[in-house]
């Protein structure tokens, strides 16, 4: 069982930053996959950016690219999401993915508001 608690978010101005953090339980945090996803009002939930467990390749949605850095530090069990020069189509909840075979966890969120 992994528990993921997400934290960073707020309102920030347009070209403005933010950094989200995700701190998971569990002492197999590094053999899981970890991924941010966001979903804005009466949009589906989208994947922003995905880390792989043992190489660390990232993967980032197209819109974000450039802007936006997924990092880990297994040591303390967090997954990071830098965002920068942040858009107000940035705006949704963001949420925190573990993932691992069958094994799928979600963190409650947290809300990103960019105002412009």
């Known amino acids: 069982q992994v528990q993921l608690v997400e934290s960073g978010g707020g309102l920030v101005q347009a070209g403005g930053s933010l950094r989200l953090s995700c701190a998971a339980s569990?002492?197999?945090?590094?053999?899981?996959?970890m991924a941010w996803f966001r979903q804005a009002p009466g949009k589906e939930r989208e994947l922003v950016a995905a880390?792989?467990?043992?190489?660390?390749?990232?993967h980032y949605a197209g819109s974000v690219k450039g802007r936006f850095t997924i990092s880990r530090d297994n040591a303390k069990n967090t997954v990071y999401l830098q965002m920068n020069n942040l858009k107000p189509e940035d705006t949704a909840v963001y949420y925190c993915n573990a993932k691992k075979m069958i094994s799928d966890y979600w963190g409650q969120g947290t809300q990103v508001t960019v105002s412009s």
């Open positions: 569990g002492r197999t945090f590094s053999s899981y996959a």
């Open positions: 880390i792989s467990w043992i190489v660390r390749n990232t």
